[in-house]
């Protein structure tokens, strides 16, 4: 088989994050767009994006789908763990308690942690499990949009 039969890394990685965009989240690539996205007042759910298969085929379809909801949050974002890591590590500083993990989400609430969906709550789960995680979380901490 050669090389051109396979997408090379960066195609894979700009796949996986247009999936993210064209869902409606906001790429961070850097640790001042973290800080900039994480001070702003009310809730942000944060992607934590990766080029896995438990991401491709759960997490991304899950965060695509999750807000569609009554209750959703005010700002969505999205950090790449392996590749933008200054941005990710920056973004994991604010998940006080929570190991590192992606795929994952966390959920903020004026810039302090709420809750996880931590990669052990995705990997082996069907999409609308993680849907279902995703939204009890929007029922309990964000408000009717």
């Known amino acids: ?3 051109n039969m396979f997408m090379d890394m960066n195609q ?6 247009g999936e993210a965009e064209q869902a409606g989240y906001t790429s961070l690539r850097t640790p001042e767009e973290v800080d ?19 991401a491709g085929g759960i997490a991304r379809p899950a965060a695509g789908n999750a807000i569609h909801y009554d209750k959703r949050p005010d700002q969505l ?12 590590s920056r973004a994991r500083e604010f998940f ?13 609430k004026d810039g ?15 999409p609308m499990a993680v849907i279902q995680k995703l939204q009890t979380a929007f ?7």
Do not use: W
């Not at 006080?96 to 903020?108: D, K, V």
């Open 12 to 17: 894979i990685v700009e796949q996986a994050r």
């Open 36 to 54: 900039e996205a994480f001070k702003k007042q009310g809730t942000t759910l944060v992607l934590i994006n990766s080029v896995c298969g438990c």
């Open 77 to 88: 974002v999205t950090v790449f763990a392996g590749q933008d890591k200054e941005a990710t």
């Open 139 to 145: 029922e309990k901490h964000c408000d009717e949009i």
């Open 112 to 126: 302090k942690i709420q809750t996880m969906v931590e990669r052990h709550d995705i990997e082996g789960f069907e």
């Open 1 to 3: 088989m050669s090389f």
């Open 96 to 108: 006080e308690g929570y190991p590192p993990s992606s795929p994952s989400f966390a959920l903020l």
